[in-house]
């Protein structure tokens, strides 16, 4: 295992320390004997759960995600070939082999960490490179998650080239991965028949070439195990109990996609696992999950700070932003409490948002999502004898330089007007880096949710608006 070379995630508050309108260090001391008290309630809740000891007053209590990362490693190096992660795996390589595209299909939990996950981790224009500068992996597309009739036909426009003289060719070739943990999800499932029908027509109604084409992720019961197994698909996954949707991804949910794609789920659960360690083990002050806790909780109720801005930098982790946004709603979106996430992606929402943020309502807690180190060599300005652009004074300089003296200036700019702001920094933008940022932030999620009073487990408020659609579209 590769978890003592991890470079650490590291959270840095220091942009805070603004008297008056952010925070002094004994605001954040005066408040570690609670966060010590929220993070023993979090992992006496895991044991619990583990135990299936659940006290009904504690439910829902999804607590199972806790020490997931460590049971799948555990188990993958007891059983080589027979763990799950060893299935996730070779399904993933089946089905890279299989096919050249592939449509996931989900929504929600379902859908947003493999969203992440690609865009933070994949070459960014992955779809548009040819196969072998692909790896050998397939192109991803994400349906489901929504019910835009002309974004769901221009999918199929897309896939249904596999059709005609050449449908047998490789590069024609597209299967599709279900995910939905309920199963009944409308919006998955009706994307589910439209994609599928397609899909049997590409294979000539070939009943074995679809069920090896077709890889759902589910419960272990409902509609879309059902029709799993009415497929006979020879890869079905399921979501194991007490891991709630937007907890998921670490199970098949986000893994599975991840190994399509080639990356390297064993370094992302390496990332998830040391993450706990921290967690567990270290003191408020060193302690990324309870100073984050304890950082937005503090600017929240002392200064007000009701919007939480994670301001990413650069262009792979604005859907990571998007998957927090989800889950810092729907955990702690209850009781008419819960901060309001908003992500941006700077320095492109410089030019956007970038004014508020500098002037606007003092309402907001803004925490960079810095990466330290590109993944590719630094590119230059460069000369060039057409200079009425006037950049041959900056020649020298990097994109990485520009970036890094943007968000100085940025956060420089905040502080003149004393607006606060902490930084999270990431090593790499890669599965390591990864697998630390979601689990902290599901961990600061679910302490947050115990300091302030609201099970951040469970969406009872996501139900309303299907009662009433579900109402309209049946005539009741
Ligand atoms: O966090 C959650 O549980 C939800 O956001 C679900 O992920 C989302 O509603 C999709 O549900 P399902 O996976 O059952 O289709």
Redesign the pocket.
């Known amino acids: 295992m590769t978890r003592t070379m991890l470079e650490p995630l590291t959270y840095d508050p220091r942009g805070l320390m603004i008297e008056g309108t952010g925070l002094a260090p004994a605001n954040l001391a005066a408040l570690a004997g609670r966060l010590e008290q929220a993070r023993s309630q979090v992992l006496e809740e895991a044991r619990l759960w583990a135990s299936g000891t659940v006290p009904a007053e504690l439910e829902p209590l999804d607590a199972g995600f806790i020490d997931l990362p460590d049971r799948l490693l555990a188990d993958y190096a007891r059983d080589r070939a027979g763990s799950e992660l060893a299935r996730i795996l070779a399904a993933a390589r089946r089905l890279a082999g299989l096919v050249d595209r592939v449509v996931l299909l ?5 859908y947003m960490g493999a969203c992440a996950l690609f865009q933070a981790c994949c070459h960014p224009c992955h779809n548009e490179l040819d196969r072998g500068e692909r790896g050998g992996r397939p192109r991803i597309y994400f349906e489901g998650n929504n019910v835009d009739n002309d974004a769901c036909q221009g999918l199929l426009d897309l896939v249904d080239h596999s059709r005609g003289p050449s449908s047998d060719r490789l590069e024609n070739s597209w299967g599709i991965v279900v ?7 409308l919006e ?1 499932a009706v994307a589910f028949r439209q994609f599928l029908a397609a899909l049997r027509r590409a294979c000539g109604n070939d009943v074995a070439d679809v069920a090896e084409r077709v890889v759902s992720v589910t419960g272990s019961s409902g509609r879309l195990f059902e029709l799993s197994r009415a497929l006979a698909c020879r890869d079905v996954f399921f979501i194991p109990e007490g891991v ?5 991804i670490f199970t098949a949910v986000g893994l599975l996609p991840a190994a399509l794609l080639g990356l390297d789920i064993v370094a992302l659960l390496n990332g998830a696992a040391a993450m706990n360690a921290r967690f567990k083990a270290v003191p408020p002050g060193n302690n990324p999950v309870l100073d984050y806790v304890g950082v937005c909780h503090l600017m929240e109720v002392l200064r007000g700070a009701h919007v939480r801005v994670l301001a990413t930098w650069g262009k792979g982790l604005e859907a990571a932003g998007f998957w927090y946004d ?1 889950l810092l709603s ?1 955990s702690l979106g209850k009781q008419e409490k819960g901060a309001t996430p908003i992500t941006v992606v700077n320095t492109r929402d410089l030019h956007s948002r970038g004014q508020q943020h500098q002037e606007g309502r003092r309402d907001k807690l803004i925490t960079n999502l810095i990466v330290d180190r590109p993944r590719r060599e630094p590119l230059s300005v460069g000369r060039s004898e057409l200079d009425q652009d006037q950049l041959n004074s900056l020649a020298q300089k990097t994109l990485p330089d520009i970036m890094a003296a943007a968000i100085e200036g940025t956060n420089l700019a905040y502080a003149d007007d004393r607006r606060p702001t902490a930084d999270l920094h990431l090593p790499r933008l890669d599965e390591a880096a990864l697998g630390q940022l979601f689990q902290m932030l599901m961990l600061a999620t679910v302490v947050e949710g115990r300091l302030i009073g609201v099970n951040p487990y469970g ?1 009872p408020g ?1 139900e309303a608006y299907k009662r009433h659609m579900n109402a309209i579209l049946r005539g009741k």
Not at 106 to 110: D, L, Q, V, Y
């Open positions: 989900g929504i929600g939990g379902s995910i939905s943990k309920s199963g009944g999800t998955t709630g949707g937007r907890f998921s989800q729907e969406q996501v």
